[in-house]
Nanobody, 128 residues
Framework: EVQLVESGGDLVQGGGSLTLSCVAS????????IAWFRQAPGKEREGVSC????????YYTDSVKGRFTISSDNAKNTVYLQMKSMKSEDTAVYYC?????????????????????WGQGTQVTVSS
């Protein structure tokens, strides 16, 4: 059974930092791309960042470049999202998602329809 379990969500002040974790099980971690998505109330789910474990390539949406860093610990089957200089617009439920990383299009790697498996989400709130 595939499982993705997020943790680390919290209330943080604007300008602060937070690190999210996603622990994966039930599939060959090294062969998959793992992404972080977020969804704020009344908004569509947005792709934030992705790491393709097959080749280590990372992707970020423009609004988080330079502030967020995605990393993967293959020994622990865990992906992290380190968030710095946080803004109120980062407030959302953050989801971890997985898809096979053997073939993908960079132009759609942050599109939610590309992903087969999803976690339950963790709330991140940034106070201004």
């Amino acid at each position: 059974e595939v499982q993705l379990v997020e943790s680390g969500g919290d209330l943080v002040q604007g300008g602060g930092s937070l690190t999210l974790s996603c622990v994966a099980s039930g599939f060959t971690f090294d062969d998959y791309a793992i992404a972080w998505f977020r969804q704020a109330p009344g908004k569509e789910r947005e792709g934030v960042s992705c790491i393709v474990n097959n080749d280590g390539t990372t992707y970020y949406t423009d609004s988080v470049k330079g502030r967020f860093t995605i990393s993967s610990d293959n020994a622990k089957n865990t992906v992290y999202l380190q968030m710095k200089s946080m803004k109120s617009e980062d407030t959302a439920v953050y989801y971890c998602a997985a898809r096979w990383g053997g073939y993908y299009s960079p132009s759609s790697i942050l599109s939610h329809w590309e992903y087969e498996y999803w976690g339950q989400g963790t709330q991140v709130t940034v106070s201004s």
